[in-house]
């Protein structure tokens, strides 16, 4: 098992949603904190709240983990003040969807590179000087259900999560022989901030059916602070595959066992992703869309 007390925990996308709620799961747990997030404020309001409750807060550093110069430099800053963590957790991300048509390549580009390279940076940076510790530890990576099914209008979004997830496969072997464990976290709708920041090319955002499709979503959604909970419960068992809602695991299997459901599963969300938009009008050349970014 995978303890918590008395060791030094590394997570990322910390000011606010899952992030948060992991750090303050952990916290509970006796782990001490290192905490980065690229929003400064909400990223300060956590660390306070956390000293506040007791947790001990090693540093709270703003960092954009899409830039390897910018995790570098966080990574000075910890290994000044600590040799290594024990645990890496790898929350951060933003979701992105839309049609190849309507997508723009800042749109690709950006996904990646915060989903993708920014787990990459980080352990790049934090897992040689654990690895060197001979301590042990875990890393922890939460990728998605867009990392394990192929759900209508997710490809960027999917690009980073089944990225990561084929980084986790490996490392989970590799990492192996030095006594770290690896979690690779999959939650499916979950009620967090970002909801209301996915990224939705070409699409009016506001719309009726865009806003009752978004609608549909939440009510399906498990909070992040029981998400966090399965994480941590997932860690300390040392599983590597990590669900936070039973459907997610089901669809898993479903994939695995049942194929032909599955493919079926896919292509009916596929067909009610472009009925609904089609009814609104949003599905037509001509539609009001959003400008891009």
């Known amino acids: 098992m995978t303890k918590f007390d008395g060791k030094c925990c590394l997570i990322t996308g910390a000011a606010g949603g899952l992030g948060r709620s992991t750090a303050e799961a952990v916290a509970a747990k006796g782990a001490a904190l290192v ?68 997508l723009t390549h800042q749109q690709w580009r950006r996904t990646i590179d915060i989903d993708l390279m920014g787990p990459i940076h980080m352990i790049e940076e934090f897992l040689p000087p654990m690895i060197a510790a001979g301590r042990g530890g875990h890393l922890v990576n939460v990728s998605s259900a867009a990392g394990l099914f192929g759900l209508p209008w997710h490809a960027p979004y999917s690009a980073g999560k089944f990225g990561l997830r084929g980084v986790s496969e490996v490392l989970r072997f590799d990492l192996r022989r030095h006594k770290i464990g690896v979690s690779l976290v999959c939650p499916g709708a979950m009620a967090t901030p970002m909801v209301d920041r996915v990224d939705i090319a070409g699409v009016d955002r506001e719309a009726a059916a865009v806003q009752k499709a978004m609608g549909l979503f939440v009510r399906h959604a498990v909070t992040p602070e029981a998400a966090a909970r399965s994480i941590v419960r997932g860690v300390e068992r040392n599983r590597y595959m990590v669900f936070t809602s039973p459907d997610i695991r089901i669809g898993y299997y479903a994939q695995r066992y049942l194929p032909l459901t599955y493919n079926l599963a896919m292509r009916g969300m596929n067909w009610g992703m472009h009925r609904v938009l089609d009814k609104a009008g949003l599905d037509q050349p001509d539609a009001l869309r959003a400008p891009h970014p």
């Open 35 to 102: 905490l980065t997030d690229i929003d400064d404020d909400g990223l300060q309001r956590t660390a306070a709240d956390l000293r506040a409750a007791g947790a001990e807060v090693h540093l709270a550093e703003a960092a954009d983990v899409s830039e390897h110069a910018a995790v570098v430099a966080l990574a000075a800053k910890v290994h000044a003040e600590l040799p290594s963590v024990d645990i890496v957790m790898n929350v951060a991300g933003i979701a992105t969807w839309g049609t190849v048509e309507r």
